[in-house]
């Protein structure tokens, strides 16, 4: 099975404060994704990398950047917490197909619940 | 925007009933995805079909796609009090495959 971990399911941060969420999958997946999810507006995709220092911005990439060193690792940094990035983060992933394009499901981790007070 | 909506936003029934939940889309799609949500916890794929598919079923699953309307169903039938969670639908579009457009969720209670 697919296993997605995320380091830390519980976090508490003061603004201003530079945050890391940590994800690894143990699959030899590609491509890695980074969401926010806030009720009442489902899941936001803030970054995604298709391999090992590759990225690409999502939706809602301000106040976020990622740093994917490992194939199997790939973090979410708040460079300076602000409140307004209490919000539930999920990581994901999926195979790539060898440079073929995969349309297939995505792979979550159990997610972070992060407060910034 | 290509985010899904789901409708109802929440659902609640009794044990053995079944439920069926909408998702409702803007723009043309590669494939549609089904995602459960236990609370506080991570997404689980449920079920995947494909723009050319109209039906597909996945044990007590069923899922309908209609491209026309933009529009799609999933019903669970004979519920259980495990099948308690939310429900997310998911779009693919036909240019980006690494974008997900996710909509807000069905939450799914069912009484024992």
């Known amino acids: 099975d697919v296993k997605v971990t995320q380091s830390s399911r519980y976090l508490v941060k003061r603004t201003g404060e530079k945050v890391f969420l940590e994800c690894v999958q143990d699959m030899d997946h590609e491509n890695m994704f980074w969401y926010r999810q806030d009720p009442g507006l489902g899941l936001r995709l803030i970054y995604f990398s298709y391999d090992v220092k590759m990225k690409e911005k999502g939706d809602i990439p301000e106040g976020y950047s990622v740093s994917r060193e490992k194939k199997e690792r790939f973090s979410l940094i708040l460079e300076s917490a602000s409140t307004n990035q209490t919000s539930m983060y999920l990581c994901?992933?999926?195979?790539?197909?060898?440079?073929?394009?995969?349309?297939?499901?995505?792979?979550f981790g159990e997610g972070s619940r992060l407060t910034v007070l | 925007s290509q985010q899904g909506e789901e409708d109802p936003q929440a659902l609640s029934i009794q044990e053995g009933e079944n439920a069926t939940m909408n998702c409702s889309y803007k723009?043309?799609?590669?494939?549609l995805q089904w995602y459960r949500q236990n609370s506080g916890r991570g997404l689980v794929h449920l079920i995947l079909?494909?723009?050319?598919?109209r039906e597909k079923h996945s044990g007590r699953l069923r899922v309908t796609l209609d491209t026309s309307k933009k529009s799609s169903s999933l019903l669970i039938t004979a519920s259980r009090a495990a099948d308690t969670a939310s429900y997310f639908c998911a779009t693919v579009g036909v240019y980006n495959f690494n974008k997900f457009y996710f909509g807000s969720g069905t939450k799914l209670n069912v009484k024992p």
């Open positions: 994901a992933s999926r195979p790539g197909l060898g440079g073929r394009p995969n349309t297939g499901e995505l792979f």
């Open positions: 079909i494909r723009s050319n598919e």
């Open positions: 723009t043309s799609i590669n494939n």
